[in-house]
């Protein structure tokens, strides 16, 4: 094989930012959103008997869960040594609210990891709500996640 | 040690539903949602240059790994051989619209695959866009992730 | 480079034994175990209330995900389409027992998942009631995690 | 539709416990347990020839990937920067032991990380030794794991 | 806010190729690759004793779990039952071959699946011997991974 | 049961390497490697157009994602907080050349972070390329890759 022609093109594509030059400091965010949901879901909600055990229980591991993953879910954060996860529920009446908040100390913030966080809650929520929301085609006309936002985003430093 | 005195308690909790005894079928969910995005993020995504590389080809695959991260994400769901998943991207003036299809042929439904690619997408095209989005404090007043919603679940036998 | 000298030595090792052959059945297998608690402990498992939430539920979704996550923990296992996981919980005075039950259709048996069920689930109780166990020194004397064993393990043919 | 009416009810869950204020330190913990086993079994492992391969080596890998799975495993464990993991086998008549001891330097312990490394490596065992376990009814009555404790915790400030 | 004018533009993106109308057949797929490395690296792993464990029995675990991991590794990838995994080692005088063998009943080829596992199980070995292969400046001037190929796929009809 | 007989043997297997007494440094490495392509598939690498998608942005994905997932990959790599990843991609008549840089600031080396990188990329891109470069019979006989080499290594302190 005669070695190869070069022919074109050189492209650079950017991968993960670099962060390394940034300081450490103490980071914090929160993120919320809400899905809505039919009385009866909220219902089984708010006495923690839904078909699939205890709603607020289980989304809140989810919501841990899916936290710490956020480097595998989406591919340009960085791993960040997570320190601390606040997750609050909030029930309306056909609304169940999801309000998580994400502490670090590291040299970039966490709101991507609260979304995640809020995302995943959610989205397990309606996992085990789905034999109540269900009409009867299997549909779920009603059913939607909504109001995915970062509430605030602080950094202080850190005290030494 | 003397053998413990039984107290007094027991709970059956369900984990995962049973779902061996229920046919084989040929299923297809859609799902869709959107993300509120600032005139100059959607130019961004539109010309393929966003500071973080191509949204709609690295948030594609994003959407593919999250459907097929479904059941580590959300506890209750099973493993489900995923057969085919098609991702649609879609530009208005200030929104960004994922909609995602998935297909398989087994015993229990792709809803929330189909839900979890669209959320894992809409929050990748957030990821890379934020260096546009973030405004002076470091927050983002505008964006928020709307209208995640089941569009249609199919399922028909397959052909044997 | 001169063509290498062939040196000596040769292994077959085995990997994942192959069980494309064996019949595909419906199986279920039944794992126990448990962990050795204060009464202290026991009393916030019962009543839903540990430093880090309700032991049993977040137990609970700890089992299923163990049970999912079985052949990424251990090499030898194959992945198999788990299609039901049922967890229950019984506490003596000084021991939270975890009974765990797994169900496929597959070729290959499913004990090693319902193990990596009953033994993620008992960490997961240990780990979040560590502060009331931890003495003054941070070591725990008292607590052991005991007879983690298949209970029975069935097989049969699946109605057609 | 109207603005919800706000229903009832806020719960505050605690996700993961907040580190960063506690300091650095340098941490170590060492966990034990073992797997009552034939002597059969025994023998396989001494002399390295299971019907899966060599019982040690594989087994000391699963015990290292559990060691650093540990965050996904345990939903209230915090990630951490694992810097030294030693594993030890000791054999007695029909009982493999496994001696896991975790090091790093950060602001919580890693106890949990030991002892997801012990029962994992057993469990690997297991695995890979039931052709030998497994009886003609496909039980087995004799194999269980047991004594799986923390054996010491340390901490000490690192050298600055 | 005023309905969005909608702008211009739609993408379908593929996602994974649909699979589900293509053939359960009986498939197999065998990828070999090379690493080089000096003569004192090789009888390292000859004898089983290298500064970080037995080479072959490390990296072949390493191997198997990458052949399950693919569909996480590349994305385009399908979730697979992988039935068989069989792992073969051959040493050249400085050069340690790999060759891995992948087997399933799926509607799709597994040659990816064996080259995730050859990959790996290359890197893996290229890790364990790194005290050995590094120069005085951290340098691999002369290691390196080569002829990473598909022997062979095969594929028939199942007996039913 | 009376107590077992201690019989013979003790083995103190390595686990992962400690490196908490190992400054934290400033760390890079580079590494590279290419994917022999027919002339067909090359251009469809060009033009972005592959049959499953655009084979650069698509691979820079999965490089940067294998990055992060070197630890479980490869069991002996400690878990290392990635601070930037630079993917360069370059054309020749017949190879696709990629190049991974990683950074961060830790104890030890990325090298083989940036090895996992080059050839997850790599597999990525022959996968995407699979209906151009399989012949009649599903084989590929012209496809491999080769030269995976670590091109340079640095580590510096870091300015305090």
């Given at each position: 094989m005669p070695p190869p022609v070069f022919v074109c093109w050189r492209v650079?594509?950017?991968?993960?930012?670099?962060?390394?030059?940034?300081?450490?400091?103490?980071?914090?965010a929160t993120a919320t959103g809400f899905i809505r949901l039919s009385k009866e879901a909220i219902s089984s909600v708010?006495?923690?008997?839904?078909?699939?055990g205890d709603v607020?229980?289980?989304?809140?591991?989810?919501?841990?869960?899916?936290?710490?993953?956020t480097p595998r879910t989406l591919p340009h954060c960085h791993p960040i040594?997570?320190?601390g996860c606040n997750v609050e529920w909030e029930v309306l009446e056909e609304e169940l609210h999801c309000k998580v908040t994400v502490r670090t100390h590291w040299t970039t913030g966490v709101e991507m990891e609260a979304l995640c966080g809020?995302?995943?809650?959610?989205?397990?929520a309606w996992d085990m709500l789905k034999p109540i929301e269900k009409d009867e085609?299997?549909?779920?006309?009603?059913?939607?996640?909504?109001?995915?936002r970062?509430?605030?985003?602080?950094k202080s430093h850190p005290q030494v």
């Open positions: 650079d594509l950017m991968g993960i930012v670099d962060v390394g030059s940034k300081p450490i400091l103490e980071r914090e708010l006495n923690g008997e839904s078909p699939k607020r229980e289980a989304s809140t591991i989810c919501v841990i869960q899916a936290v710490k993953e040594p997570i320190e809020v995302s995943a809650g959610l989205l397990c085609n299997g549909q779920y006309p009603t059913v939607s996640i909504e109001g995915i970062v509430l605030r985003k602080k």
